[in-house]
């Protein structure tokens, strides 16, 4: 009988498209799931849930932040039979202190944890800190490619970990045995600070990019002048004030639990990245080595 598939959430993003790439090379079936993904899947429309989960044994979850959809979702997912769930989560959701949470958003990843937690299926939550890849992809990447990067984080550093780890780790939860039941912090291997990791993608791309630390009211008010509204600036504040405080800077074993082997660096991370100017070519074999 044809192996069941294994369900990807999230597919096209920084953690769940490394993962579609991992399961498929070891030969895994998957549905790789998302508004724009091969498989349409809207958190959003719980009409397109069922189709998500039918047949399937195993699911990634990357939730919708700011939402208390997963509880729905693994109650879903328990009558389609699936066995084993791999929560994205993220590093300081069980402590009150680690970031000011103006929209709920710590508690409904919480509440997703302990739905996860009390399902009765196998579970895996990923703990990941601040992702290597919001310098490449995410966040920060436009600021990268213009050269600049303005943020209130001051001399703040953080153990950014790459994403490939975090896909490893994923995979390796949905597809071994031995890690039902854990909690996978997951860091990269050393704190950096921003102006070292700007320095470092400097000295990988050969351009000059420049880390200049603002104040809090300052990088609100540069928001507010971008269009962005006064809430909304704020909320962006607030999720860079961990990495000021240097909340994110330490070590997690994570890595090193589930896969027997150190996290990359983020120099190692910088050497295989995609970053504006890299050929297509370049491009092909950084992916595939990353
Ligand atoms: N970035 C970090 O540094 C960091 C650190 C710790 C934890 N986290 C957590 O990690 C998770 C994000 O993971 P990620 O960075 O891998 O993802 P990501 O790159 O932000 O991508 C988000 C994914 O979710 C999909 N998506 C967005 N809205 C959706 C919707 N309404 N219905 C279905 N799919 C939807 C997107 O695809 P479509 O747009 O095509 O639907 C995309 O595949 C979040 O929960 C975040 O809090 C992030």
């Given at each position: 009988m044809a192996e069941p598939p294994i369900l990807v959430t999230g597919a096209t993003g920084k953690s769940g498209r490394r993962v579609v790439a991992r399961l498929r090379a070891a030969g895994h079936p998957v549905?790789?799931?998302?508004?724009?993904?091969?498989h349409p899947f809207d958190?959003?429309?719980?009409?397109t849930w069922d189709a998500a989960l039918?047949?399937?044994?195993a699911a990634y979850v990357v939730q919708l932040d700011g939402t208390n959809l997963v509880r729905p979702f693994v109650e879903q997912a328990k009558k389609h039979g699936v066995r084993r769930i791999v929560l994205a989560s993220g590093r300081?959701?069980?402590?009150?202190?680690y970031v000011r949470d103006r929209t709920g958003m710590r508690d409904g990843i919480a509440d997703s944890e302990a739905a996860v937690r009390e399902s009765g299926l196998e579970w895996t939550i990923s703990r990941p800190g601040w992702f290597a890849q919001n310098f490449s992809e995410g966040f920060f990447a436009d600021a990268i490619a213009a050269g600049e990067l303005r943020l209130p984080a001051g001399d703040g550093a953080a153990t950014f970990v790459d994403a490939a780890d975090i896909a490893s780790v994923v995979v390796a939860a949905l597809t071994?045995?031995?890690?039902?039941g854990q909690t996978y912090e997951l860091s990269g291997p050393l704190a950096v600070s921003l102006a070292e990791a700007v320095a470092t993608i400097s000295a990988v791309t050969g351009r000059e990019i420049r880390y200049v630390p603002l104040s809090t009211k300052d990088y609100i008010a540069e928001l507010v002048n971008q269009g962005l509204p006064h809430a909304e600036a704020e909320i962006f504040a607030d999720v860079l004030e961990p990495l000021r405080e240097g909340r994110d800077a330490h070590v997690s074993d994570g890595v090193h639990r589930a896969l027997g082997r150190p996290p990359r660096s983020f120099a190692e991370f910088a050497e295989t990245a995609i970053w504006p100017g890299k050929t297509v070519d370049q491009a092909g074999k950084v992916e595939s080595r990353e």
């Open positions: 549905r790789a799931a998302a508004r724009s993904g091969e958190w959003t429309d719980a009409s039918e047949g399937v044994r300081g959701i069980d402590d009150p202190d071994e045995d031995g890690h039902t």
